[in-house]
């Protein structure tokens, strides 16, 4: 028979082992129905997220829990200003303070240096530049430490030396002879037309001709007037002292120059005659080797000054001759210490320059103590060279100090005038000095050469 294919798969298939099954029945119990509340999301969370968002932004979030804040005060700005200045003063003074303690002391050693590379500096040079340098740099070093001892030192003396330089003027020297090293400082005598020379390094007195504007030479040969070992009269000069001049109408119709040599002797040497007519005088006096170490004259008298014997002889002429005894100038016991004299001039008065620096005035015999130095700018003056013009009224006096580099002038009562300075230094190795009047020129020996400067028309001020 033909079998449908659902039957033909029971067929293949065992049978299962029917099972008993057991129904439960339970009674209908009709419950009743429970109405739930509709929860919105937007109602239930709205809210809080809302307020949680506003505490999360920028602004008051308004809480029924917080507290009422207090109003803060008014601001006041110009008492904030106040707090704030004050604030700042006190880190401006806590800063200046540590600067001072600890930086200051090593930023002021290092300006002192400075200044005292500055202060060598202009005192070679003797700059107005210079010394405002040095000036400005001691001032800096007081600005931090105001006890600085050195850099007061330094700042009193470049103000000294700005007023001073305030006050002098500088001359231009011009170089008219060069001259050799020598051991002694050398004579120098000027007349209207003439130099004459002193060299101690070759005991010879020369003359040397000079221009009519007085700052040059007219020749460049020198003449030879008188020298050691030459025959005079018969006779044999010997050592070189010191020379002067005899003005015209003493007794020497156009001057005369006095050349005096050791053991009293005198040679005289007029202009007009030339070198050929040269006269020896043997003078009176005890005058041994070396004693005598300057001569001068005033009118027609020769003074001698005799350091052995500690006293300056005069000789007054009679017929044109010094053979008479001469007189000493200091009484006994009265005369200052001659042996230091450094210079002599006479006008009617004494001058005399002393080893100390110190400058002294006598009349007959007698020191004149109306003549005190006044008015100089510092203390500091140090004189090694003095000359003395002749007019006992409007001449002046002129000191020239190596160690300051300049020449200091006077008056006859020893009032300060002013000083003269030269750019070049040679003050510094300066030997003698001479100023003539007509022309205006200032001479001197000085760095081995001799100098001539044009005086200008000072005005003091």
């Known amino acids: 028979t033909s079998m449908l294919p659902e039957e033909a798969e029971e067929i293949d298939e065992p049978e299962a082992e029917e099972r008993p099954r057991f129904v439960l029945r339970l009674p209908h119990v009709a419950l009743p129905r429970l109405k739930l509340p509709q929860i919105s999301i937007r109602q239930s969370f709205g809210p809080l997220v809302k307020t949680f968002g506003r505490a999360l932004m920028p602004g008051k979030v308004p809480s029924k829990r917080a507290r009422a804040l207090r109003l803060p005060p008014k601001e006041s700005p110009l008492l904030l200003g106040s707090v704030v200045l004050g604030f700042l003063l006190i880190i401006a003074f806590l800063t200046l303070t540590t600067y001072f303690r600890f930086g200051g002391a090593s930023r002021a050693a290092a300006l002192l240096g400075t200044a005292e590379t500055a202060w060598q500096e202009a005192y070679s ?245 109306s003549f005190s130095m006044r008015g100089v700018p510092d203390t500091d003056l140090s004189p090694s060279v003095m000359y003395v013009e002749s007019d006992p009224e409007t001449g002046q006096i002129f000191l020239g100090d190596r160690q300051n580099e300049r020449i200091v002038v006077l008056d006859k009562r020893g009032n300060y005038l002013h000083q003269f300075r030269v750019p070049e230094g040679q003050l510094r190795q300066l030997e003698t000095l001479v100023v003539t009047r007509e022309p205006r020129v200032l001479y001197m020996i000085a760095a081995n050469g001799i100098y001539a400067a044009a005086l200008p028309e000072f005005v003091r001020r």
């Open 125 to 369: 040079s003797q700059a107005a530049e210079d010394w405002q340098r040095t000036l400005n740099l001691a001032e800096q070093v007081l600005a931090l430490d105001s006890r600085n001892e050195r850099a007061k030192t330094l700042r009193d003396e470049a103000r000294l030396n700005l007023d001073m330089l305030e006050n002098a003027a500088v001359l231009a020297v011009t170089q008219i002879a060069e001259l050799g090293v020598s051991p002694a400082p050398r004579r120098l005598l000027i007349t209207r037309s003439w130099i004459y020379l002193l060299n101690p390094v070759t005991d010879e007195v020369i003359g040397m001709p000079l221009a009519e504007d007085g700052l040059r030479l007219s020749s460049a040969a020198p003449t030879s007037i008188l020298r050691r070992g030459q025959l005079v009269g018969g006779n044999t000069v010997e050592h070189l002292v010191d020379i002067a001049w005899m003005s015209p109408g003493t007794g020497y119709p156009d001057g005369a120059v006095f050349i005096y040599c050791d053991d009293g002797v005198l040679y005289i040497y007029e202009p007009a005659l030339g070198p050929g007519g040269i006269t020896r005088q043997q003078l009176e006096g005890e005058h041994t080797t070396r004693a005598v170490t300057m001569m001068a004259t005033y009118g027609d008298q020769l003074y001698l000054l005799d350091r052995q014997q500690g006293q300056l002889f005069r000789y007054a002429p009679i017929n044109g001759l010094y053979n008479s005894p001469p007189r000493p100038y200091f009484s006994p016991g009265n005369a200052p210490q001659l042996q230091t004299a450094l210079n002599l001039n006479l006008d009617g008065r004494l001058y005399l320059l002393l080893g100390d620096g110190s400058v002294r005035t006598y009349f007959a015999g007698a020191e004149d103590l």
